[in-house]
Antibody
Framework: QLQLQESGPGLVKPSETLSLTCTVS??????????WGWIRQPPGKGLEWIGS???????YYNPSLKSRVTMFVETSRNQFSLQLKSVTATDTAVYYC????????????WGQGTLVTVSS | EIVLTQSPATLSLSPGERATLSCRAS??????LAWYQQKPGQAPRLLIY???NGATGIPARFSGSGSGTDFTLTISSLEPEDFAVYYC????????FGQGTKLEIK
């Protein structure tokens, strides 16, 4: 059974870069027709798609975040990562890593989520 | 950006009743619409994809319908574990989610 697990700092200072990693177990990140992504949810609010990546390195980003987002895959470690630069308090959220069979949706596997707080 | 509007914001029903949740898109998304269930402190769970296809392991009481701009999630007979927040999500354009419908026990 596919499992995803987020890891990274729970506290980031304003203007710095948020960095998270998702470790995939129970399956290969290099398998065809799988996209790996990040979705976030501010406390008490709804869901926002951040971006998706294919194992080949093709990326798809939310236009509203594109200037600040970088995603990459480390196939040897079966991991993929998110970097969000120049963070502000509005980036405080639970960040989920996901798997989907389309770059744009049908997110059928999720990590448990990790809360990242932006504060000095 | 395609905006998804869910209604009602809150739905109060009793176990055994039928629940009907709506999602309307600001422009056609064809059938590229999914539904998710989220319980407090948990990640969302995919229920329905491509408007009407049940995801793996989802009970038959959950069904989806619609195409274009108007979609419905129906729970035929509510179980106690079904009370949660439900989100719709489109993938016709870059992905967006509705604001959610909270299904609460009456």
């Amino acid at each position: 059974q596919l499992q995803l697990q987020e890891s990274g700092p729970g506290l980031v200072k304003p203007s710095e870069t948020l960095s998270l990693t998702c470790t995939v177990s129970g399956g290969s990140i290099s398998s065809s027709y799988q996209y790996w992504g990040w979705i976030r949810q501010p406390p008490g609010k709804g869901l926002e798609w951040i971006g998706s990546i294919y194992f080949s390195g093709n990326t798809y980003y939310n236009p509203s975040l594109k200037s600040r987002v970088t995603m990459f895959v480390e196939t040897s470690r079966n991991q993929f990562s998110l970097q969000l630069k120049s963070v502000t308090a509005t980036d405080t959220a639970v960040y989920y890593c996901t798997r989907s069979l389309n770059w744009g949706g049908d997110f059928d596997s999720w990590g448990q989520g990790t809360l990242v707080t932006v504060s000095s | 950006e395609i905006v998804l509007t869910q209604s009602p914001a809150t739905l109060s029903l009793s176990p055994g009743e039928r629940a009907t949740l709506s999602c309307r898109a600001s422009q056609s998304v064809s059938n590229y619409l999914a539904w998710y269930q989220q319980k407090p402190g948990q990640a969302p769970r995919l229920l329905i994809y491509d408007a009407s296809n049940g995801a793996t392991g989802i009970p038959a009481r959950f069904s989806g319908s619609g195409s274009g701009t108007d979609f419905t999630l129906t729970i035929s007979s509510l179980e106690p574990e079904d009370f949660a927040v439900y989100y719709c999500q489109q993938r016709s354009n870059w992905p967006t989610f509705g604001q959610g419908t909270k299904l609460e026990i009456k």
